[in-house]
Every structure is written in C-alpha cells, then in structure tokens.
C-alpha cells in the first residue's frame, strides 16, 4: 500500500472512532509510574482485568519508592486475578526498584532506558514514551494491529518490529500513537480475528483482504 491510500485509511478510521480530549488509551492511568506499571500488567490481559486491580494496587504503592520497598509476595496477592500474575509481579517489582536505583525514582524518558527495565519490551515502552510522555519514537503492534495491519496490506509480515517499521514508513509521526488507538479499536469493533465485519468496516474498499476475498467470490461465481 502507498502512503497516499494509507493516510486515507487513518482519516476514514479518525473520522469513525474520534479521539475525544486526546483520549487514545484503554488503561486507566494517570501518571508515567502507573502507565509503565498497567502496560506490564497488561500483556495477555484484558484492559477491564487490568482497570479492576488498578485502585487497590496504587492505593497500597501509589510511587516507585513504595512498590521498590515491597517484596513480591506482597504484592502479588493484589494482582492474582491478572494473567501471568507471578511473573508480572516480579516483572513490576523489578522495574520499580530499576527506577529507584538507576533513574531517581523517576520513569525514564528513552526508548533504551526503558528497555532497561525488567518486563518492558519494545511495545510497552512505545505505549510509555507515547501515552506518558507524548514522545513517539515507534508505533506499538499488539495482536489487532498485527491483524489489520496485514488485511489491509500495511504490511506482508507477521513480525511485530517489522509491521512497526512498515507502519512508520507509511505514516508520518506526528500520528504515530494515533495509529496505535485506531487500529486497535478497529481491530476490537470491525476487523475481529473471527468473522470480520466487512459490511461495517469503512475501509472495506481499500482493504486487500477484502479485495482478494470478493475477487474469489466473483471467480467462483463464473465457474
């Protein structure tokens, strides 16, 4: 696909699911420590498993300084219902002592300092810099973007650093986490992993599944 197509997917998917209040995430956070913390907790979760163990987990470690002092054993008990929740405990344990003892208690502002952390992998520091900070160095692919990106024809790979880089070739930054939020809420609404809404989805007419699929009907239908 051509930048030109591509920029007129985002303004028919911009225009479908607007972006209120420059609201383009799915996680309640409110600081860079909670938006490091959830997007480690989120991985292979739900956003709503994630939401639900938010408060108690910030009221009893509101700042890295409190969640560095815990041990992992108090801290899991807050975070059982969360897939993978003993790893993640000790994952945001980590990253939380990391932060006290390397970066002044604060949550670092780089792509390689994040990745310093115990737990943060390229997507999560993505969503840190963009959602936190306002930094777009990247665009993060989970699941849904993985999926829509290849229907449209964003790009022929399965591999999430190199959908990253056909995405950040096709848009111009300034959009980058943008592109993020409305892929992944196309992704959720229209373009699910089973049984895609094609007679809802806006981008129907350029999409290259799409495309390819009615060609087959149409083929099939001369036979």
């Not at 909670?34 to 009893?60: C, G, M, P």
Request: net charge neutral; hydrophobic share 40%.
């Amino acid at each position: 696909m051509n930048r030109k197509t591509a920029c007129e997917v985002y303004h028919r998917l911009l225009a479908r699911y607007p972006i209120v209040d420059g609201r383009r995430h799915f996680i309640e956070f409110h600081n860079p420590f909670e938006t490091l913390i959830l997007t480690i907790l989120s991985a292979q979760t739900t956003d709503r498993a994630v939401n639900a163990i938010r408060d108690e987990l910030f009221s009893r470690y509101p700042t890295p300084e409190a969640l560095a002092s815990a041990e992992p054993e108090e801290v899991e008990p807050l975070i059982r219902s969360i897939g993978f929740h003993h790893m993640k405990t000790r994952y945001i344990v980590g990253a939380a002592r990391k932060i006290v003892s390397g970066f002044g208690g604060e949550v670092p502002q780089t792509m390689e300092e994040l990745l310093s952390l115990p737990g943060v992998g390229r997507k999560t520091a993505n969503i840190v810099l963009s959602h936190a900070f306002g930094i777009n160095v990247g665009i993060a692919v989970d699941t849904h973007i993985r999926r829509v990106s290849k229907r449209l024809g964003f790009t022929s790979s399965t591999n999430p650093e190199v959908i990253e880089r056909d995405l950040m070739a096709l848009f111009p930054q300034e959009v980058w986490g943008e592109i993020n939020y409305l892929l992944i809420r196309h992704g959720r609404a229209v373009c699910t992993a089973q049984n895609p809404k094609h007679q809802e989805c806006v981008v129907a007419d350029l999409c290259q599944y799409y495309l390819k699929m009615q060609t087959a009907e149409d083929d099939g239908g001369k036979e």
